[in-house]
């Protein structure tokens, strides 16, 4: 089985109804393993087994059950999905403008209060039917097609109640208007509602239309992302420099970037060096610096040299490219909240057509002259006050906005799952190395007996040490180059495994290592013994040297400390979350790294495959874990978290491996996910609690229940703005998330 994953817009989604119907549908299609459909950005996500389910079958599902699946199929083009959603808001504001202007020209002939000021042609029955036709059955068309084709399958959705309630409204009018004499004689009162059908259409239109001008505004992550791009990059080919569209730029070019200029694509510095504002792409606001064989990262800017760079990665393999699909993924992802809006949704359509049953029958029986038209008005305002587009809403809008957030920050979220499962999480278990750790080990102390020997022993070092293949032997040989020392050839060298290297400079016999070494040795350290043994406690490795027998001084290397480390674990604790170290090192040095770093709770010793078992130890009781590595190495453990994040460059295995990926590096980040995470809850949880309210005091209200009592009834044009109202006031909300900054106490 080949799984593959594809995500497609679809027009014409309006309710949470239309996407129970639409993942039943792509569920049944041979070979899909999982159907997600998202109401806020109207696209579908499917898992499926590409030997037995192609595009042509999507269509096919999506077009059965009243609705437009827009899958692109060639390989080098792109559905402009902006463009088409402008083009349905230029639709949808012509209907609008249509029904309303017709409506008001009804409503103005009709409504009581009203009718006295307008033009008799306008009051004539006739008139008012041929203005209330096109509204019904063209601008309606869309209503009515989604309603067959949902009954042809069994189902009900917004569609539905629209329809049956408008047409209700019309026919009811059409009836009065074409035969008054039969409606006399039947004892109903002669008065239609054209106005009430065609208002309804328009308002409903209306909010629509308000509602996806919202939601387009809950997308705006992307668009800055995509807008990030450059739109030219400039190659050098046969010694001539030109510039060409970013979409011909092949692996392998070399490009030259200017200052000022935005890095094209992904790739490798081969001549020059320069300072890159990568801020857009990781967060970080501090320029760095790059030189040569140094990756650079398609879409941040230049800010002081010029360079030439090979292209390594284009088109959808670049960074950029992988930031924008995986926050479009986890925009159109469910959270497990939403389940309770989905099973609601399915049922409620339904219930809302047996609860209209019932309450023109209340009315028609035991309701007031004319009983018709009251029990027909209630009806219809219980259909067109029940729309669950709100409910449908709720969770969508706040998941879009909240990844979106925390792709600003440089915190990117792979599902809507992992940015709810976040603000749960009670234990952090960092690894140390490259993690709370730069993972590269640096020379922290160059210290001689005499201190004006401090290069002279560097130098000797760097010497000795060229021949050594150790990973300690790089690090002083490149510390020793760029102190642009001249390093001296070394004769009779020997590795002496466990403790160090020798060897003879000049005629002189060196010797490099450990403290063991130097015991072996007889090599008398004299009163640095104190600060050596200070040094390793603090979780230093210490390289000692004797020259012809003589302590000659010491050098000090440690994997340093990140910078955002103390912050960043400093941060979680305030929030009442417990800090896990865990590391392969030994417990001295990784009681120093904890110490420093106020961490108490250290797992010293454990070995790469122990990490997963560790995690689940932790887990055993009963607390969320999230797990911090580099994303790669830390792998199992990572995936069997409550939570992987990986602090990783945002390459494509850091993010296909954690939930969270931190492309910033920034520790401080991982207190700021789960803080996202509460934000995003608590603006879910504040429009569930809306949407549900909205629905069960107005539909009773709908019914009448307050007539006999208080004779408040509720007209169908007010339910129908009532019910927009309700679902734009829903995404303007999540829209608030937009304006509040993430803040660590």
Request: with cysteine.
């Amino acid at each position: 089985m080949t799984q593959n994953k594809k995500t497609f817009l679809i027009k014409g989604i309006h309710c949470a109804s239309c996407v129970t119907v639409l993942e039943d549908s792509l569920s049944k299609v041979n070979g899909v393993i999982k159907a997600n459909v998202n109401l806020a950005t109207e696209k579908a996500t499917v898992i499926y087994d590409s030997e037995k389910a192609t595009n042509q079958h999507f269509i096919n599902a999506v077009s059965s059950v009243g609705y437009k699946a827009l899958i692109d199929d060639k390989k080098d083009g792109k559905i402009d999905e902006e463009l088409e959603k402008q083009k349905e808001l230029r639709d949808l504001k012509i209907k609008v403008s249509v029904s309303l202007f017709l409506g008001g020209l009804i409503l103005w002939g009709s409504f009581p209060l009203l009718m006295d000021t307008s033009p008799k042609i306008l009051q004539n029955f006739l008139v008012q039917l041929i203005l209330a036709t096109p509204v019904q059955f063209w601008v309606g068309f869309g209503f009515y097609r989604a309603t067959l084709l949902a009954l042809k399958h069994r189902t009900a959705n917004m569609d539905t109640l629209v329809t049956i309630g408008t047409t209700v409204a019309y026919g009811y009018s059409a009836f009065i208007a074409l035969f008054p004499d039969i409606t006399k004689v039947a004892g109903i009162e002669v008065m239609p509602y054209f106005d009430v059908a065609t208002i309804i259409i328009g308002l409903i239109l209306l909010g629509r239309y308000f509602e996806a001008k919202a939601k387009a505004g809950t997308s705006e992550a992307i668009k800055k992302l995509i807008g990030m791009q450059a739109k030219t990059a400039r190659i050098i080919k046969d010694g001539k420099e030109q510039d060409i569209p970013i979409d011909m730029v092949k692996i392998g070019d070399l490009i030259r970037v200017r200052p000022g200029d935005k890095i094209p694509v992904d790739g490798v510095i081969v001549e020059g060096e320069s300072s890159i504002d990568e801020s857009m792409v990781t967060g970080e606001s501090m320029p760095v610096d790059k030189f040569s064989s140094a990756s650079v990262i398609g879409a941040t800017v230049n800010k002081t040299g010029s360079f030439i760079f090979r292209a390594t990665k284009i088109g959808k393999e670049t960074m950029l490219a992988q930031i924008i699909k995986l926050v479009q993924e986890a925009q159109g992802s469910k959270a497990p909240i939403q389940r309770l809006a989905d099973l609601v949704s399915s049922y409620f359509v339904p219930v809302v057509l047996m609860l209209a049953i019932v309450t023109f029958v209340v009315w028609y029986v035991f309701g007031n002259p004319p009983v018709v038209t009251f029990a027909l008005l209630n009806m219809i305002a219980v259909l067109i006050i029940a729309c669950p587009c709100a409910m449908g809403l709720a969770t969508p809008t706040a998941i879009m906005v909240g990844t979106g957030k925390g792709a600003e920050y440089g915190i990117l979220i792979k599902d809507a799952e992992s940015l709810e499962t976040a603000h749960k999480i009670n234990t952090v278990i960092f690894d140390k190395t490259g993690t709370l750790t730069n993972g590269q080990p640096e020379i922290t102390d160059v210290i001689a007996v005499n201190e004006k020997d401090q290069d002279k022993l560097l130098m000797l070092a760097g010497s000795i040490e060229k021949g050594s293949e150790h990973s300690l032997a790089q690090v002083i040989v490149k510390f020793a180059e760029s102190k642009k020392l001249s390093l001296l050839k070394t004769e009779k060298f020997q590795a002496i495994l466990g403790h160090g290297v020798e060897g003879v400079i000049n005629g002189q016999r060196i010797i490099f290592g450990n403290k063991r070494l130097m015991d072996k040795e007889k090599i008398d350290i004299g009163n640095f013994g104190d600060k050596i043994l200070k040094m390793e406690s603090n979780g230093k490795t210490v390289m000692m040297l004797a020259v012809d027998g003589n302590f000659f001084g010491f050098i000090a290397v440690a994997d340093i400390i990140k910078e955002s480390a103390k912050e960043g674990t400093v941060a979680l604790q305030k929030m009442g979350i417990e800090v896990v170290m865990i590391t392969g090192d030994n417990q001295r040095t990784a009681n120093a790294i904890g110490k420093s770093l106020g961490i108490k709770r250290i797992l010293a010793e454990i070995l790469p495959d122990q990490k997963e078992m560790e995690v689940r130890k932790i887990q055993a009781s009963g607390k969320v874990v999230a797990m911090v590595g580099d994303g790669i190495n830390d792998a199992p453990a990572l995936a069997v978290a409550d939570i992987g994040i990986a602090m990783g460059s945002g390459t494509d295995v850091a993010i296909e491996a954690a939930d969270i990926t931190l492309i910033n590096k920034d520790l401080k980040s991982v207190a700021m996910a789960i803080v996202l995470s509460k934000k995003t809850i608590r603006t879910i949880k504040q429009n569930l609690f809306w949407a549900f309210g909205y629905n069960a005091i107005l539909i009773p209200v709908a019914m009448g229940v307050l007539y006999p009592l208080f004779h408040i009834s509720l007209n169908p044009i007010f339910a129908s703005v009532a019910m927009a109202t309700s679902s734009v006031s829903v995404v303007l909300n999540s829209l608030l998330l937009k304006k509040k900054k993430i803040k660590l106490n």
